[in-house]
């Protein structure tokens, strides 16, 4: 087979598709938009009261046209990709455009309507040019307390959306410029830290207000129909492009399954089995044979499958094509209603952006595509958002806090590099928050925060590693949450790469070293998933991140890669002899080299079984 | 085939579903009625009935082999 270009056609290369444009026009039009989404996600960044917008990045910003339909984002979070394609359309749907007008802000978060889940709201403002309806401006960001069972709002052991927090339908929440009291009422009533809130939802209006400007003047420039004609050109290209790449692949159909280890509420697993038909420029991932929605808050909406999906696709396909509305129209994804795939009201989703998506994502870029694109695939990442929620009242300011904290993890190894050590889930783009805003913010010491050594999943291209967060509790209680994954089942290697090691979350009374699970602690039924656990002064909590799978045999890893390795401390010397055949000479003080006779011949014994 | 309106009443709150692709059907719906004469209610038009034809296919290749 001949595999696509790995750049794809340009938007200003002659062999384009959409001949009679104007590509250097278009591709010039395009990065000024995605600019206005840069510029609006900075805005948002540095004007947030909370880490999880200005360390954390968990937004994404859009502009639309003037039927919402997605032209551009910032290249932020893919893991709302899904809602920016479709939360925005049901909006203006929903409203009717005629109902909009200039200086009005709608906000929804509402799963049912095409969002990920409840924390994340998405404000769209409507521009307008002399009355004219023009385009939209959009964003969506994760609030980091809405309400709900637990603090952080990220209950795990919720068994409908209604304990997940409130949830909002299309509402306006500015009416011509002026702030609806009443909402904003009703909000901040229902949010346990409402002054953050507060914050972060002018911030989100705040990026809006600079997207408005912004595309005012390309308005100006170009006029209404000049522009949305613009629009629809980029739109029609990337349709192009991932046709394109879609027709280099062979036609067939690809299967591949993996699970999730449970809902939180039950020891069940629920497995997520997914085929991809290739079929000429079109393709469809279809999840119907996949099991029925959990109990607990694992499932996930349509738009977060199709995030999934697509982000799982352009992983390996058309990765320099315009991220839009274009893209998902040769793309179909089959995910019937009532299964884990796309969860029926009331079912409770809130995990199913952190946790569902990256596994589907892997499956589909991993698993499944690694069949035909083995090059581009990528071994299991610790896919685990390995969310940890805390909340109570600050004994320095008395004043209730509370956060939700994703952990950063190993990614896996793939056919060119090492995993990535340290860093959150691969779907989400998103930052961990720095150990001193953790302190700064909320009443926690940390004691470790370090890299787990030693676990990086062995291969030609070592997982990454994973990290060890050790903190005290600095206030009379805190309450604390946990919604995770790879407890029971290892990120899987690829070709021949090992596992790499899994999560831990672990806690330790004050003024012992004697560290348990929570789940044996606490008598959980998940050791993964759990709600509203008490801690006291004193007590301390491990979290352990999960390491990347390995990719290819360690036994074909570079000597040279493995010693760097040992001498960073990614890996034992012990491990360097007895997985990867490379044996070291000298004393860590003055200087090791691999020794080369040594290693080959403990090499060739391993390949034949004898070591 | 035709598109419809759901219609509903402002304080609604019931959710509906693509039965093809499993989307939420937002304002309307795209009807088709089937061979065995029951009703599907769809997301998009044209581009549905060609995806459930061909996963339709498939099944039955599936089944015949």
């Known amino acids: 087979m001949t595999g696509p270009s790995k750049t794809g056609p340009a938007m200003t290369g002659t062999s384009s598709p959409g001949d009679g444009i104007d590509r250097v026009g278009l591709t010039l039009l395009y990065k000024r938009v995605r600019n206005i989404c840069d510029e609006m996600a900075f805005a948002m960044m540095r004007t947030a009261y909370s880490p999880i917008f200005s360390e954390g990045l968990d937004f994404s910003t859009l502009v639309l046209d003037r039927r919402g339909r997605l032209i551009a984002t910032a290249g932020i979070n893919p893991a709302m990709l899904g809602a920016s394609l479709y939360a925005a359309t049901w909006i203006i749907r929903e409203v009717g455009p005629e109902n909009f007008a200039e200086g009005d802000i709608f906000v929804h978060n509402d799963p049912y309507r095409g969002g990920s889940h409840l924390p994340e709201h998405m404000m769209v403002a409507p521009v307008y040019s002399d009355g004219e309806l023009a385009a939209f401006v959009g964003n969506i960001a994760h609030l980091a307390e809405i309400g709900g069972m637990a603090p952080g709002s990220f209950a795990a052991t919720a068994t409908d959306i209604f304990q997940e927090g409130l949830r909002i339908p299309p509402t306006k929440l500015f009416d011509r410029g002026e702030p609806v009291q009443d909402i904003w009422r009703i909000m901040l009533a229902n949010h346990r830290t409402p002054n953050n809130s507060w914050g972060d939802l002018h911030a989100m209006v705040g990026s809006l207000r600079v997207g408005e400007r912004r595309v005012g003047g390309l308005i100006a420039e170009r006029g209404v129909d000049g522009l949305n004609e613009a629009f629809e050109q980029i739109l029609d290209y990337a349709e192009a492009y991932m046709r394109s790449e879609i027709a280099a692949l062979p036609d067939g159909i690809y299967t591949g399954e993996d699970c999730m280890e449970d809902d939180g509420i039950s020891d069940r697993s629920y497995w997520i089995r997914s085929r991809i038909i290739v079929e000429g420029d079109e393709l469809i991932f279809d999840y119907s044979k996949s099991d029925e929605q959990a109990v607990g808050p694992i499932n996930a909406p349509y738009v977060v499958t199709l995030s999934a999906s697509l982000n799982g696709l352009l992983y390996v396909l058309a990765r320099d094509v315009p991220v839009n509305a274009g893209i998902v129209r040769p793309v179909k994804v089959v995910a019937p209603a009532g299964t884990i795939t796309c969860v029926r009201l009331p079912g409770p989703c809130v995990g199913g952006q952190t946790e569902f998506q990256p596994r589907i994502m892997e499956l589909v870029l991993g698993q499944i595509l690694s069949q035909i694109l083995p090059e581009r695939a990528a071994a299991a990442s610790g896919n685990t958002s390995l969310n940890f929620l805390f909340g109570g009242v600050d004994p320095r300011n008395g004043e209730y806090y509370a956060h939700y904290h994703f952990e950063g993890m190993g990614w896996g190894g793939r056919a060119d590099s090492d995993g990535n050590s340290a860093q959150i889930v691969p779907h989400a783009n998103c930052r961990n928050t720095p150990v001193e805003i953790f302190e700064t913010k909320w009443p926690w010491v940390h004691e470790e925060y370090s890299l787990n050594d030693d676990t990086g999943g062995a291969g030609r291209h070592r997982g990454g590693l994973g990290v060890r967060r050790v903190m005290e509790v600095e206030g009379d209680v805190i309450t604390v949450s946990a919604l995770s994954e790879r407890m029971k089942r290892s990120p899987w290697g690829l070709f021949g790469g090992h596992d790499g090691s899994r999560t831990a979350l672990e806690v330790a009374p004050a003024g012992s070293d004697a560290y348990e699970t929570f789940q044996d602690a606490f008598g959980l039924i998940s050791p993964s998933k759990f709600t509203n656990i008490r801690l006291r002064r004193g007590d301390r909590v491990r979290i352990t991140s999960p390491s990347g799978g390995g990719y290819g045999d360690p036994l074909e890893r570079d000597p040279a890669k493995v010693l760097a390795d040992v001498e960073l401390g990614f890996v034992s010397r012990v491990s360097a002899e007895s997985v990867y055949g490379v044996v070291l000479a000298g004393a860590p003080d003055d200087g090791l080299a691999v020794d080369e006779a040594a290693t080959e011949a403990l090499r060739r014994s391993m390949r034949d079984g004898v070591a | ?65």
């Open chain 2, 1 to 65: 085939m035709a598109w419809h309106e759901l219609n509903k009443n402002w304080h609604d709150t019931t959710v509906d579903y693509c039965d093809v692709c499993g989307n939420l059907l937002i304002a309307r719906y795209w009807s088709f009625i089937e061979p065995d004469g029951t009703e599907t209610r769809r997301c998009c038009d044209e581009t549905c009935e060609r995806l459930f034809g061909r996963l339709r296919r498939l099944e039955q290749s599936a089944r015949d082999s």
